[in-house]
């Protein structure tokens, strides 16, 4: 069946831009994750959702971050007046229940 | 707080030697566990997980890992490795209750020699 995607596969964005990121969960799954991935790193959480609810936002790295999920299926994490060091892979997961989680190919995010 | 550590940040291994990729957790309960591969450019495949029972799991590709609770420990091995192991590894421990993102580790970067 379908895995995770995600889009756009790669953005480039000047510093002060807004950026939008999309994530289309596997169909059925409850649980989604979003995941920061800087250079020569492991991912870092960022937030979690259990259907349309945002039970987890302790990872957001500043105000500047925001995810939705309005209808319990697609995400979308937005970033405000990006800076560098916002430069990273963003990576989405879900889950059925959240125990395991499967995950997208992820978005390269540069800023210059 | 949990966290993961995984000492080796490259280990080079030739083609049909044996592998072991090491992976020390901290957490206060029962963790749930789990290693990923990434390839360059991709996400993260799941290579196997721990969450209960038998200690030695089997997981895709050859691979299995062994949970020691004493040594909070739960290291990657497989027998024989093949060139297109070459990748980034991670391991990463939960909570399990449904609601907690991974804490992962700073990965390994497993490098094949012919």
């Known amino acids: 069946g379908a895995g995770v995607s995600q889009s756009p596969r790669y953005k480039v964005a000047k510093r002060g831009q807004d950026v939008a990121l999309r994530c289309d969960p596997i169909s059925g799954h409850v649980s989604l994750f979003w995941y920061q991935q800087a250079l020569g790193q492991g991912p870092e959480f960022l937030t979690y959702?259990?259907?349309?609810?945002?039970?987890?936002k302790s990872g957001l790295p500043s105000d500047r971050f925001f995810a939705e999920r309005p209808e319990g299926s697609v995400s979308t994490l937005k970033i405000q007046r990006t800076q560098q060091e916002d430069s990273a892979v963003y990576l989405c997961?879900?889950?059925?229940?959240?125990?395991?989680?499967?995950f997208g190919p992820g978005t390269r995010l540069l800023v210059l | 707080a949990q966290s993961v550590t995984q000492p080796d940040i490259h280990i080079t291994v030739s083609e049909g030697a044996s592998l072991e990729l090491r992976c020390n957790y901290s957490y206060g309960a029962t963790p749930y566990l789990f290693w990923y591969v990434q390839s360059p450019g991709q996400g993260l495949q799941l290579l196997l997980k721990y969450f209960s029972g038998d200690t030695l799991v089997q997981g895709i590709k050859g691979f299995e890992a062994e949970f020691k609770r004493s040594q909070s420990s739960f290291n990657l091995r497989k027998p024989s490795v093949h060139w297109s192991d070459a990748a980034e590894y991670f391991c990463?421990?939960?909570?399990?209750?449904?609601?907690?993102?991974?804490?992962f580790g700073k990965g390994t970067h497993l490098i094949i020699q012919p």
């Open positions: 997961a879900s889950s059925p229940k959240g125990e395991t989680q499967y």
């Open positions: 990463a421990v939960s909570g399990g209750g449904g609601a907690d993102g991974l804490t």
């Open positions: 959702f259990q259907n349309e609810a945002q039970l987890d």
